[in-house]
C-alpha cells in the first residue's frame, strides 16, 4: 500500500515536532523547509492535524505548532485512519462486482496493514537519537542561511 503525500507528510510533520522539547513550538515554514514540500501543502496537513486533534497552533509572533498530547499517545494506525482515504477500489458502478472477491481481499489487507500500524506510537518512531541529529544539523544549517 502506497500513503498519499498528504498521509506521509503529516507522519513527517510529527514525527519532527515529537523530536523537539515539549515545551518547544516549529512553524509551518521551518517543517517545509525541512522536509522541501510547498509552505501551502504543509498548512492543509496541519490544519487537517489540528482538526484531528494531534497537534496544537497558536497565532501571533509567539505562535507555532506542536503536538497536542505526548507521542507516547499518538498511534501511527489513528494518524493514518484519519489522514488516509482507505477505500482501495471504486466497485460500485463496476460489471464484475457481484461476482468478484476483489473488493474483500484488499479489505482483510487493509485491516491487516492498519493492525501492523497499531503496535507503534509516534514516540516508537520519532525517540531515535539519529532521528534528533539530522533534525538538529538541518536546522543549524538552515539558520547559517
Partial sequence: MQLT????????A???MASLPADKMTTITEV????????HHMVK???KLN?????????GKQGGIRLARPAESINIGDVVRRLEP?????????????SCHLKRILAQAMKEFLA???KYTLADIANDGNLKRIFNAEISVENLH
Avoid at 5 to 12: A, V
Fill in 14 to 16: 510529527l514525527i519532527f
Fill in 86 to 98: 482507505l477505500q482501495l477500489v471504486d466497485c460500485d458502478h463496476c460489471l464484475i462486482t457481484p
Fill in 116 to 118: 501492523e500500524l497499531d
Fill in 45 to 47: 496537513i496541519v490544519h
Fill in 5 to 12: 503525500s498528504f498521509t506521509d507528510y503529516g507522519l513527517r
Fill in 51 to 59: 482538526q484531528e486533534a494531534f497537534i496544537k497552533s497558536s497565532r
Fill in 32 to 39: 517545509s523547509e525541512l522536509y522541501a514540500i510547498s509552505r
